[in-house]
């Protein structure tokens, strides 16, 4: 069964400099994996993807993802974090080879970005 | 372009209610549909999913149910409330080939 794991509740930066949230997972064959950012009380947006191809992924709002198939990892990173990345952060998968429409998503982690 | 719509925004029941939460998306045909549980603002828990009409797949077996009685309409109901069914409620969309979910804005259930 596909899962994944996140395995920090929060993460505290001050702004300007570099962020990492951190993801792992496991499927039974190549993985689809997806980040994807929630503002208090709404719905969640997307922000990158990883399907196949260059390792580094990059996305919405100057962040990027690398995917490490060795570490089974997809670590969320940004070069100089601002005060408005502040928000919860979900890391997702999907298991192409097993249903063709579950998409998981791990527990969350909260950003938090000190001026 | 794309829609996708769910209401109410926020919902209060009381316990033993029954319950009825509409998703419907626009500008699409024949979406993957998705209801998601966030508790306590933290991890999303998939609760069904749908790949066509009638077509539901359930992942926790719980108190609650799902239909799509339509191509792009997902309604998650309740016979009978629980306190632990108080939650945030999100539906979702995807194309076939799932390379992103679109989310909708989330129903805030409290079930008293």
């Known amino acids: 069964a596909q899962s994944v794991a996140q395995p920090e509740d929060q993460v505290n930066v001050a702004e300007g400099n570099p962020l990492t949230v951190k993801c792992t997972y496991s499927?039974?064959?190549?993985?689809?994996l997806f980040w994807y950012v929630q503002y208090p009380n709404r719905g969640l947006q997307f922000l990158l993807k990883y399907i196949t191809g260059d390792n580094l992924v990059k996305g919405s709002y100057g962040f990027e993802a690398e995917f490490n198939k060795s570490q089974t990892s997809f670590h969320l990173k940004k070069p100089s974090a601002l005060v408005s990345d502040s928000a919860l952060y979900f890391c997702a998968v999907r298991d192409p080879y097993s249903s063709a429409s579950k998409i998981i998503f791990g527990s969350g982690t909260r950003l938090s970005i000190r001026p | 372009s794309q829609t996708i719509h769910q209401w109410p925004a926020t919902l209060v029941q009381p316990v033993g209610s029954p319950l009825s939460l509409e998703c419907t998306v626009e500008g699409t045909s024949n979406p993957n549909l998705y209801w998601y549980r966030q508790a306590a603002g933290r991890g999303l828990q998939l609760l069904f999913y749908s790949v066509g009409i009638g077509q539901i797949s359930s992942e926790v077996p719980q108190n609650l149910s799902a239909s799509r009685p339509q191509d792009r309409q997902f309604i998650l109901s309740s016979k009978k409330l629980l306190l632990s069914d108080s939650g945030f409620y999100l539906c979702?969309?995807?194309?076939?080939?799932?390379?992103?979910?679109?989310f909708g804005s989330g129903t805030q259930l409290s079930v008293l």
């Open positions: 979702a969309w995807g194309g076939q080939t799932n390379e992103k979910l679109f």
């Open positions: 499927v039974s064959g190549n993985p689809y």
